[in-house]
Every structure is written in C-alpha cells, then in structure tokens.
C-alpha cells in the first residue's frame, strides 16, 4: 500500500513516521518547506505539492476544510491527480457540510472516500495510538483497515461520508464544556480549603469524571506544561463549526451557544496560540491557581 500524506504538521509528520516505521510506502507533502525538511531529517521521502505521487491512499491532516477542499480540487487538485480506485482519507477536523459536499466530487471522480477524524494528539500519531472515527463505506475502512491499525488504538465506524466529521465536532464540543466546568468545579472546592489534586482524586472516583479531569488537568493542568499540542485557536474553529453545524440542523442548543460564548469572551485568554488547556488559567485563578502562559504554536492537531 502506497501512502501519501498531505499536511506534515505535528499530526500528519507523526501518523507518516508511524506509518513508515509500520513497513508502509510513505511519501510527505506539505506546502511549508520547512515542514518538508523536518520529516526528511527523520528518514520520510517528502515532496512539493506539484510532485505528488500516484498512491492507493492520499492521507489528509489539515487545519480547515478549506485547505481540504483546496488539496482535493485545486492545488494540487486530487480530483484528477489522483489514480482512480485510490482512496482519500481526511483525518482533518472539518465541516462535515463540506465534506459531504467533498465526498460525492470524490466517489463521482472514481475514487473512494473516508473521513476519519483523531484524537490522541502528537503523542497518539507518533505512537499509533490514536482513536478514529470512521464515516464512509465499510468496504472502504477494509480496504485500508492495515493502514487504520497501524495508526490507531480504537477505530468506531459511525455511518456514512461527514458522519465522522460530526461526532468530531460533538466530541471536542464535550471536551470544550468540560474543561470550563471541571475548571469551575475545582475552583470551587480550592476555594473552600481543598487542595486541587483532591479534589479531582475525588472527582475521578465518581460519577463526575472525565477525560478532562482523569487526563488534562494532572498532565497539562495542574502540572503547569500546557503543551498538548492543540491550541485554543483550533477549539475555537472545532466550536465555530459544531455551532454552525447545529444551526444548519435547526436546532436550538443552549448549553453550545453558552459555550461557544466562553470560548470567544475574550480573544487574549487564552490567545489562539496558546494551548487550549488555558482556558482553565482564569477560572483558577480566582482561587489562587495560576499557571505561567505557554504558547504550543498553530499546527494542526487533534484533541
């Protein structure tokens, strides 16, 4: 199986090594050539985006739907570059409007398509651990599932084309809530004389855990790191777009829009490139919790 991977960001570099050390045939190719050099100083054959190879797979880790939407029809416009029968996978966070949209262009240019966004993070790329939902056609996840298992620990196919794009947007739309309500919960009991570590002890042996409070806050929280990898510009995009997504759907979603509202309250706390785990720093702060601001940069990653 031949393997391009298109967007060699802290996610797409790390799932190309993975896949390489996995015996794949992978080739890098990024717009940046400083992300190009950086995978070639690790052993991956990179290429400039008007070099793209003819492969079975086009692996996609982009910020935005546009640049996917770019990738697919334009430059390097994988529509016609691509051989027919090969399969495109975007493990970009996008609008699952526009993926749909994506997918029929796809499946009618005589390729097949599968949207499979991660989670995981840098970490879980570069050791094959992340978790992927799958939206596409069954026959396609076989037709690449050695590919998915070399990348992830757990895969979950939930429906057709976009579908993965949706429970994306609903996961990180989970995430997003509970770091402000963990934040607040822990603010709480801190304020009232219990030491924070307790607190989420406490918290993570009832019926109130999650991964935020078991996951985020010993490793990037309260251990002062804030460097996950997945800025709180990128939550912000992934919160745009379950919004939108909901809108679209005529619904009407309260606690979304609550949330959405906290996020974008105020554009220097956390700023967009810091790590996304500092939307936290100001609800503890109120109770004397305060952790030094740590900027963890722009590439696209996954939380």
């Not at 027919?84 to 993926?99: A, F, K, L, N």
């Not at 196919?157 to 607040?184: D, F, M, Q, R």
């Amino acid at each position: 199986m031949k393997i391009t991977v298109i967007g060699l960001g802290q996610m797409g570099g790390n799932m190309a090594l993975t896949l390489k050390r996995a015996g794949f045939d992978v080739t890098g190719s990024d717009v940046f050539e400083a992300a190009r050099q950086r995978l070639a100083d690790q052993g991956l054959d990179t290429v400039t985006p008007d070099a793209i190879p003819a492969s079975d797979v086009y692996l996609l880790s982009l910020p935005t739907s546009d640049h996917v939407r770019e990738v697919i029809e334009t430059s390097p416009g994988l529509l016609t570059l691509a051989p027919r029968g090969s399969v495109i996978v975007d493990t970009s966070t996008s609008d699952p409007v526009v993926s749909r949209e994506l997918a029929v262009k796809v499946i009618e240019a005589g390729l097949e398509w599968l949207d499979a966004p991660v989670s995981g993070g840098p970490k879980g790329a570069a050791s094959g651990k992340l978790g992927m939902l799958l939206g596409g056609d069954m026959a396609t996840i076989e037709r690449v599932m050695p590919m998915l298992e070399a990348m992830s620990a757990r895969r979950t196919h939930v429906g057709g084309p976009g579908s993965g794009h949706v429970v994306k947007l609903a996961n990180n739309y989970l995430c997003a809530t509970h770091l402000i309500a963990t934040a607040e919960a822990v603010t709480l009991a801190a304020k009232a004389g219990v030491d924070p570590a307790a607190c989420l002890a406490g918290l993570n042996s009832g019926s109130g855990r999650s991964a935020i409070s078991e996951v985020n806050f010993p490793e990037w929280i309260l251990s002062g790191r804030f460097d996950s990898g997945f800025t709180s510009g990128l939550m912000r995009k992934d919160l745009r777009l379950a919004r939108d997504a909901a809108a679209g759907l005529d619904l009407d979603l309260a606690l979304l829009d609550q949330v959405v509202a906290g996020w974008h309250a105020n554009a220097d706390r956390p700023a967009d490139a810091d790590d996304f785990n500092h939307i936290t720093s100001p609800i503890l702060a109120q109770a004397g919790i305060d952790f030094a601001p740590s900027a963890a940069g722009d590439e696209e990653t996954s939380a």
